[in-house]
């Protein structure tokens, strides 16, 4: 089966500049979780969708992000404005369901740099 | 919420070595253990899980462990060959304050020749 499609794979902005990335999930699966990855640290979670609907986005700074999956399929993660801190990989995961910690499989990613 | 610390940071080994990675959590209501690998400019693959009511898992030549009493589990590595070269990240699923992983700091694995 496909996996999850990320892209781009790379983005350079300046800082205050808006960024969009964008998801696809593998078919079928209900929920999806966009992560940030900081050098030298573990994924941190941003926000869960299950379907079209936002379960957790109590670490997402709302003030500057934005997520959303509209169709429950594919989903955008945007940052406006962009700050220097904001530089990491960020990560779709997808996974069947949330029920009894379902494995996720991870995109490849979006290296973001902010200059 | 749940804590994940992950030791070491930075693990080299010879080929054919094995190779040990520990991690701890705080959650007692943490029921899942995914071990992901992660290498350069890829994203993270998952490479094996535990779930809470198993002690032990085995795949070829990786394992996991998990006491669940000392709340701490272990990726094991047999033989370790080049490909095994990779960042890996333990985590822990938990369902106190909210359905979600948290993982570790990860730790970077070299498997030299």
């Known amino acids: 089966e496909a996996g999850v499609a990320q892209s781009p794979r790379y983005k350079i902005i300046e800082k205050r500049q808006s960024v969009a990335f964008w998801c696809n999930p593998i078919?079928?699966?209900?929920?999806l979780y966009w992560y940030q990855q900081i050098l030298g640290q573990g994924p941190k979670l941003l926000i869960q969708?299950?379907?079209?609907?936002?379960?957790?986005d109590s670490q997402l700074p709302k003030d500057r992000f934005s997520a959303e999956r509209l169709k429950g399929v594919d989903s955008t993660l945007k940052i406006q404005p962009a700050k220097l801190e904001d530089s990491a990989v960020y990560l779709c995961?997808?996974?069947?369901?949330?029920?009894?910690?379902?494995?996720?499989?991870f995109g490849d990613g979006t290296r973001l740099s902010i200059l | 919420g749940e804590n994940v610390e992950q030791h070491p940071s930075t693990l080299s080994v010879q080929e054919g070595d094995s190779a040990v990675i520990k991690c701890t959590y705080s959650?007692?209501?943490?029921?899942?253990f995914p071990w992901y690998k992660q290498e350069l400019g890829k994203g993270s693959q998952l490479i094996i899980d535990i779930r809470s009511n198993v002690g032990e898992k085995k795949d070829q030549r990786i394992a996991v462990t998990l006491n669940k009493t000392a709340k701490h589990f272990s990726l094991h590595i047999t033989e370790t060959q080049p490909e095994d070269s990779a960042v890996y990240f333990c985590a822990a699923y938990s369902t106190g304050g909210g359905n979600k992983l948290t993982f570790g700091t990860g730790t970077q694995l070299k498997v030299e020749l």
């Open positions: 078919s079928g699966h209900a929920t």
């Open positions: 995961a997808s996974s069947p369901g949330t029920g009894r910690g379902q494995p996720q499989h």
């Open positions: 969708f299950q379907n079209n609907g936002v379960v957790d």
């Open positions: 959650d007692s209501a943490s029921n899942y």
